[in-house]
């Protein structure tokens, strides 16, 4: 499995990016689906969580930092879960990492691991800087 983060740039102080994650997986299996979490790390900072997006039935949690902010979507025919970031602030500044993890759809949509030590496969960062 390889994920492909993108979308990243520099934008103001109330702009807006779309982070992209490709993944490449399959799943034929159909007792098995994943999940994929957005993380974030600022320079001399801990990896923090930031959303999290259930494959099977589409639903989103996210950190009460980006609440109302952040929605995540997906479309699986491409494998790719999407990041909308608006009314961005400096402090959303950092490094972003998507990541995924596989599991049964009901316990994937009913727990919602934030811990980066749950996710078996990792993006390799996308930076966003947040800047007038």
């Known amino acids: 499995v390889q994920l492909q983060a993108s979308g990243g740039g520099l934008v103001q102080p109330g702009g807006s990016l779309r982070l992209s994650c490709e993944a490449s997986?399959?799943?034929?299996?159909?007792?098995?689906?994943?999940?994929v979490a957005w993380f974030r790390q600022a320079p001399g900072s801990e990896r923090e969580w930031v959303s999290y997006f259930s494959r099977s039935d589409g639903s989103s949690y996210y950190a009460d930092s980006v609440k109302g902010r952040y929605a995540t979507s997906g479309d699986n025919a491409k494998n790719t879960v999407y990041l909308q970031m608006n009314s961005l602030k400096p402090e959303d500044t950092a490094v972003y990492y998507c990541a995924l993890r596989f599991g049964p759809p009901v316990q994937l949509s009913l727990v919602i691991s934030t811990s980066p030590e749950d996710y078996q496969y990792w993006g390799q960062g996308t930076q966003v800087t947040v800047s007038s």
């Open positions: 997986v399959t799943t034929s299996d159909t007792s098995n689906s994943y999940a």
